[in-house]
């Protein structure tokens, strides 16, 4: 379908699993109109919801969605990725020793046995930090730092990062997705 309207790079589309679920809460799962467009010329997905603004075609019209299903369900991982996006997930994006919440950019990792001790690259070694509080701890063990870790770490399940992730609600969220995405907001009473 050729687009004749300019509708610029807006119109972000949600994205459900087959269980009419979000395939990932954080990122939230969010795909451009364009790519929305092609799964539903291609008969990928299900539209759930649209948009007022319109695209067309010589031939044809459609709405944008705004909302859409994929058709085959597609099973979540057993065991999350280790990440560095998702440690900071894990923990809540905030520094395991100082306790203060900080952007990802702001955020460092840091082994909880050093790596010139022997320890490893793995969820249960691994903690968010601050740059502060990584250079305080250096090389040492966190008790020879002088300083105290909030949360051991452990591997986290797919769904205690999606349940982290709704906490983070992002910073635009189009009126449709509402019966979708389930953040701590007050329901309408009957």
């Known amino acids: 379908m050729e687009v004749l309207l300019s ?9 459900l699993n087959a269980d009419f679920r979000p395939l990932s809460y954080f990122p939230l799962s969010l795909w451009s109109w364009q790519e929305a ?5 291609s008969d990928r997905v299900n539209v759930v919801s649209e948009y007022e603004r319109e695209i067309r075609s010589p031939s ?24 560095r996006f ?3 997930l894990r923990d809540h994006f905030t520094c395991q020793y ?9 955020l460092t990792f840091d082994h909880v046995i050093p790596r010139a001790l022997g320890g490893r690259t793995t969820w249960g070694n691994v903690v968010a930090a601050c740059s502060p509080c990584n250079v305080k701890k250096g090389h040492k063990l966190v008790a020879q730092a002088g300083m ?5 770490p452990k591997e ?5 990062l999606q349940e982290n992730g709704r906490s983070f609600p992002p910073n635009f969220l189009h009126q449709s997705w509402g019966d979708f995405l389930y953040w701590d907001t007050e329901l309408d009473q009957f």
């Not at 467009?37 to 010329?41: G, I, N, P, S, W």
């Not at 100082?98 to 990802?104: P, R, S, W």
């Not at 105290?148 to 051991?152: A, D, S, T």
């Not at 986290?156 to 205690?160: D, E, K, T, V, Y």
């Open 148 to 152: 105290r870790l909030l949360n051991w």
């Open 86 to 88: 998702n440690v900071f």
């Open 60 to 83: 044809s019209r459609m709405r944008l969605p705004s909302v859409i299903s994929l058709k085959e369900y597609v099973p979540a991982p057993n065991r999350p990725a280790f990440t």
């Open 98 to 106: 100082c306790g203060q919440d900080f952007a990802t950019h702001d």
């Open 156 to 160: 986290p399940s797919n769904f205690q």
């Open 37 to 41: 467009v092609k799964a539903v010329v």
């Open 7 to 15: 509708v610029g790079s807006g119109y972000p589309v949600l994205v």
